[in-house]
């Protein structure tokens, strides 16, 4: 049971928006600690997406955005495009387990 | 370009130890927080342990305290895992990543098997 709570799967259609929900608590999430997203493309090592809850790092295109609200966050995929079948994982730092968490990830299938 | 390549991972039986090493190139090892990270297989992320540039702040997560040592040596930037008494549940591919908040660059990967 992962701390961060993330639906098991979405999907969507190609061209279509997405969005992926991370849920946490007031000990994570809801005590403003930031939100970070990976992708995981199956075989692959994760990689940074977004980070400090709306961040891209340079190289990730802009139809990846994210947002954080109270004591959740979302990711959301615009235009989607068969190469974003992935994982994606969320991650903050909780402060009554004193450490980085992680959601339990979610797999991402373009129609 | 940032390089971490793991390596060190092999298999193991149950109480046995091993050792995970991650060359890092690319950006000014020094200062930085490591981190190593790993994912069981089939399974989720955690977050194992983090070291600070100087190597004077260190955390594990609870599921390796006691058993895990994490150390760098700046001077040929390396980051290292020794992990002892290990467990079945410590089988997944362990990661090093740059950084203590957030991954901002992972390697590859090393897979570490703990099975008799």
């Known amino acids: 049971q992962s701390v961060l709570t993330q639906p098991p799967s979405v999907s969507g259609a190609s061209g279509q928006r997405v969005t992926i929900s991370c849920t946490g608590s007031?000990?994570?999430?809801?005590?403003?600690?930031?939100v970070h997203w990976y992708q995981q493309i199956p075989g692959t090592a994760p990689k940074l997406l977004i980070f400090?809850?709306?961040n891209r790092p340079s190289g990730v295109p802009d139809r990846f955005s994210g947002s954080k609200s109270g004591t959740s966050a979302s990711l959301a995929i615009t235009g989607l495009q068969a190469e974003d079948e992935a994982d994606y994982y969320c991650?903050?730092?909780?402060?009554?387990?004193?450490?980085?968490?992680f959601g339990g990830g979610t797999q991402l299938t373009v129609l | 370009q940032v390089q971490l390549v793991e390596s060190g991972g092999g298999l193991v039986k149950p109480g046995g130890s091993l050792r995970l090493s991650c060359a890092a190139s690319?950006?000014?090892?020094?200062?930085?927080?490591m981190s190593w990270i790993r994912q069981a297989p089939a399974k989720g992320l955690e977050w194992v342990s983090y070291?600070?540039?100087?190597?004077?702040?260190?955390y594990y997560a609870d599921s390796v305290k006691g058993r895990f040592t994490i150390s760098r040596d700046n001077a040929k930037n390396s980051l290292s895992l020794q992990m002892d008494s290990l467990r079945a549940e410590d089988t997944a591919v362990y990661y090093c990543?740059?950084?203590?908040?957030?991954?901002?660059?992972w390697g590859q990967g090393t897979l570490v098997t703990v099975s008799s």
């Open positions: 990543a740059k950084g203590y908040k957030y991954g901002s660059n």
């Open positions: 400090g809850n709306t």
């Open positions: 007031s000990s994570n999430i809801g005590a403003g600690y930031d």
């Open positions: 070291i600070s540039s100087s190597g004077s702040t260190i």
């Open positions: 690319g950006f000014s090892f020094s200062d930085f927080y």
């Open positions: 991650q903050s730092y909780d402060s009554s387990l004193s450490g980085a968490v």
